[in-house]
């Protein structure tokens, strides 16, 4: 069984940054891919950052040049680097490991974006 504990949400006001991490039980990790979502009140859940096993990256259009995703397979660690942070930045961040043994999901971890 795999768990993702979520981490590094909080308040922020506009233009600040915060940094969230997720790590990751279990030892599926470096063969799995890695992605953050987030999801605002009364919208559907979106895909933000992934990253892949190879390092590759690929991001949403509205989070380009100002997110940056990273992993740690040393230490089962996924990451997500926010600057530059707007109100509509504002939800609650997730983490999934999707690999060959399966699909997982963290908690969440909620992320304010507000003066």
């Known amino acids: 069984q795999v768990h993702l504990v979520e981490s590094g949400g909080g308040l922020v006001q506009p233009g600040g940054s915060l940094r969230l991490s997720c790590a990751a039980s279990?030892?599926?990790?470096?063969?799995?891919?890695m992605y953050w979502y987030r999801q605002a009140p009364g919208k559907q859940r979106e895909l933000v950052a992934l990253?892949?096993?190879?390092?590759?990256?690929n991001y949403d259009d509205s989070v380009k040049g100002r997110f940056t995703i990273s992993r740690d397979n040393a230490k089962n660690m996924v990451s997500l680097q926010m600057n530059s942070l707007k109100p509509e930045d504002t939800a609650v961040y997730y983490c999934?490991?999707?690999?060959?043994?399966?699909?997982?999901w963290g908690q969440g971890t909620q992320v304010t974006v507000s003066s």
């Open positions: 990253i892949t096993t190879g390092g590759i990256t």
């Open positions: 279990g030892s599926v990790f470096s063969g799995a891919a």
């Open positions: 999934r490991l999707f690999s060959a043994r399966g699909d997982y």
